[in-house]
């Protein structure tokens, strides 16, 4: 509109060339912000991470591997180079809670058909899910809303599949839910109805309504069609379905879902998780006390043959055998395609030793375990050197290689390479293979001004710093965290870092805080804790790298310590939900902000104590955590995202509110293109009531949307950080999707 306007009103006043001048003026400033605009996305190599829940091979296409994770989405594997395609980066903010996969189903009739049933979370906080449908591999997407909430973060999630397609009949689908029964489509999942013959089933959902998050409803763990029924066009007549209670829990029909009853004979007392087929038409189990992954103290593996009825315990370490300890239970089972008598299965939440897997090349009347005869590869993830393999709540072998074994773990995926060499006394080799598949929920960002240019906190991983973005590193040295939460440099001395975790399983005496002092490359804990709270919280450090403020969580003070550790003085003046940072350049200088009141607080005595900064950023109902941004190399002037109260800008005396900028979650800064400048504003918000990642190069006079609404990472970005030595570079975290960083085009 404004390209039309402006070229009417030069050919009314300068006549048919000005106008020309103008049109190609206007073209060239138009192609120069589609330029700055345009950004290269790259993840930042972690490899794995998180917990793989599920892996499908396609039953008749070779190579053809999917994978679902309970946050980070779902992948493909690329047959040709080994690295996965991840398959949900469109979704955006409004699928938020629908990144994690429930289950994951194929089309055995069509290698091109792809089924996902999304959604995370059970609770009042989470969507409501959906059956997304593909037919060219999961490049394209249609979506059929469920009107129920799905568990792909529950517990229970490495069960499965509940999503299954008929192979007789690609438009026939069954999907067991945890609370609402059995569905069925009939037209290739566009829609959807509940099997009015399915019998109800026990769950715990009276203890999850009450907030019990250990005890979610688990419902329907799986759902299979018997291949040897049906056929010829007409469709399965066969089906199976297992529910999670250690009551009859297999149930059968005959009648193509019309009625179900519970299978004769089965073993009670253990929930079932996973039920598979092997060449003689027999079905093995393995089942657990718990569904998992939190809790499993018992199992079991058995087989039942559908020709007599007949059940048989093929456990390969019975609990009372002594062999493998007491206490755990059995994650999944797998079967050799073509060879009936070849079969695998996981252990799960096995501590003593630790977890395995066990082989049988005799139909199950002997077992071996297969981990302590391997070697294992860690080179594209040297990090995985200290991780042990867990939660092992799937293993499958591959159809169209019997050599190829895989198995997932709360941390990423491994498989095998020469299995049938193994039975013959060699040693395994199994390969962490991850590339492309990037699953961490960062924490904590930095992008120091001299060192490497990426430093991370990580849940479950720890932390890193990636000299190489490509290429996966090993982690922190010395003291090390489940979770690094808060992370932070020192301004005019960067080598000198902060970070503060948590421990999954603390040990006795551990503190939760350290100090580096070779750009966190090595870490020392800090001597002791503050007196109250809970470790982790945000931590920030002077900018001579002297002085740090703690605030740990559930703390009810903010803490002030100048050696490290060994003495902490409580801060004055801070509201306990301020969030502080250091100037950047002033060590005496520290901001805090409270972001359930709009209120900023200024300290220039080193942190001892603050005050209040008269100003008035006006009044909302909701709030989000803030962030502060220090400017790099001004004292006293810094950007702070506010949420709904917009992107704040701090400068001696004055707090003003950006125009234009309606909601900020994260904001980071960025080198200039030219010395003197203004600094490179990153924001992730609403710009002019858009939702986005956005950057500005004039203090936030105009801003360009730089991702795009193909590649949306999730809908959660966090932790925007720009980087202080590469001009328009910035990097930002995701929940499940792992680092990001983007370069312009």
């Not at 055998?321 to 060879?339: K, L």
């Amino acid at each position: 509109m404004r390209l039309r306007t402006g070229r009417s009103r030069q050919g009314a006043s300068r006549g048919r060339r000005g106008g020309a001048w103008l049109f190609i003026a206007c073209l060239w400033v138009l192609a120069s912000a589609s330029a700055q605009a345009s950004y290269q996305w790259r993840n930042v190599a972690i490899g794995g991470g998180g917990f793989v829940t599920g892996l499908v091979f396609h039953p008749a296409q070779p190579g053809l591997l999917y994978a679902r994770t309970d946050i980070g989405g779902a992948y493909r594997l690329e047959p040709d180079g080994g690295r996965w395609t991840p398959l949900l980066d469109w979704m955006g903010e409004d699928d938020k809670g629908r990144f994690g996969v429930e289950s994951l189903a194929l089309d055995p009739s069509d290698p091109d058909r792809l089924y996902l049933a999304v959604g995370t979370y059970l609770h009042e906080r989470g969507s409501e899910g959906a059956i997304l449908r593909s037919r060219d591999r999961g490049a394209t997407f249609e979506r059929t809303p469920l009107p129920f909430k799905l568990g792909g973060n529950e517990q229970g999630r490495g069960n499965g599949e509940r999503l299954a397609v008929d192979p007789h009949d690609g438009r026939v689908l069954l999907f067991g839910t945890r609370a609402h029964g059995l569905w069925r489509s009939d037209d290739a999942g566009a829609s959807w109805s509940e099997v009015p013959g399915f019998p109800a089933i026990a769950t715990s959902k009276s203890a999850w309504a009450k907030g019990w998050r250990d005890e979610v409803p688990i419902g329907i763990a799986f759902v299979v069609f018997d291949p040897a029924s049906g056929g010829s066009g007409a469709p399965s007549r066969t089906l199976y379905a297992g529910a999670s209670t250690k009551e009859a829990s297999m149930y059968r029909s005959d009648d193509g879902g019309d009625s179900w009853r519970a299978v004769p004979g089965q073993p009670t007392g253990l929930r079932p998780s996973h039920m598979v087929r092997d060449a003689r038409g027999r079905w093995l189990l393995s089942y657990g006390d718990e569904p998992g992954p939190n809790h499993m103290a018992d199992g079991a593996v058995w087989r039942f043959d559908p020709a007599d009825g007949s059940w048989t315990d093929i456990t390969p370490a019975p609990q009372s055998s002594g062999i493998a300890g007491t206490g755990f239970g059995w994650g999944a089972v797998a079967v050799d395609t073509n060879d009936a008598d070849v079969i695998v299965a996981s252990t799960f939440r096995r501590y003593q030793p630790h977890d395995d897997i066990y082989r049988s090349t005799d139909g199950g009347r002997s077992w071996t375990a297969m981990l302590p005869r391997s070697s294992f590869d860690h080179s594209n993830a040297p990090w995985t050197r200290d991780a042990k393999p867990h939660w092992m709540a799937d293993l499958e072998i591959d159809p169209h290689d019997p050599d190829r074994v895989w198995f997932v773990t709360g941390y990423g995926v491994w498989a095998s390479s020469n299995a049938r060499a193994f039975d013959r006394g060699e040693t395994l080799q199994w390969r962490f293979e991850q590339e492309g598949f990037e699953e961490t929920v960062p924490l904590a960002l930095a992008s120091p001004p001299q060192g490497a240019h990426l430093v991370s906190g990580l849940g479950d991983v720890d932390g890193f710093v990636h000299d190489d973005l490509d290429v996966s590193q090993q982690r922190y040295a010395g003291v090390r965290f489940s979770n690094t939460e808060s992370l932070a440099f020192a301004g005019q001395a960067p080598d000198v870092m902060v970070r503060t975790g948590y421990f999954h399983n603390r040990p006795e005496g551990a503190v939760r805080g350290a100090w580096s002092t070779d750009g966190g490359r090595t870490w020392t804990a800090f001597a002791s804790e503050p007196p109250d709270g809970d470790g982790a919280g945000h931590i920030t450090l002077a900018a001579d790298g002297k002085r740090a403020i703690w605030k740990p969580r559930n703390g009810e003070r903010h803490w002030l310590t100048a050696d490290m550790g060994g003495r902490w003085q409580a801060v004055q003046g801070l509201p306990k939900h301020a969030v502080v940072e250091a100037d950047k350049v002033d060590e005496g200088i520290y901001y805090g902000f409270d972001a359930t009141t709009g209120k900023l607080y200024v300290s220039g005595n080193g942190g001892v104590g603050f005050r209040e900064v008269e100003a008035s950023v006006g009044e909302v109902g909701d709030w989000y955590r803030a962030e502060i941004r220090p400017h790099p190399q001004r004292t006293a002037e810094a950007w702070i995202a506010a949420s709904w109260r917009g992107l704040l800008h701090w400068s001696p005396g004055k707090l003003e509110r950006v125009p234009g900028v309606d909601n900020v979650m994260s904001v980071g800064l960025g080198k200039p293109a030219n010395e003197g400048d203004p600094l490179v504003l990153f924001v992730f918000g609403e710009v002019s009531g858009k939702r986005g990642l956005y950057r500005s190069d004039d203090n936030g006079r105009h801003w360009h949307r730089i991702d795009r609404d193909a590649q949306r990472f999730g809908g959660v970005i966090r932790h925007v950080t720009g980087d202080p030595r590469l001009h328009g570079r910035v990097y930002f975290g995701t929940e499940g999707r792992g680092i990001w960083y983007g370069d312009p085009q």
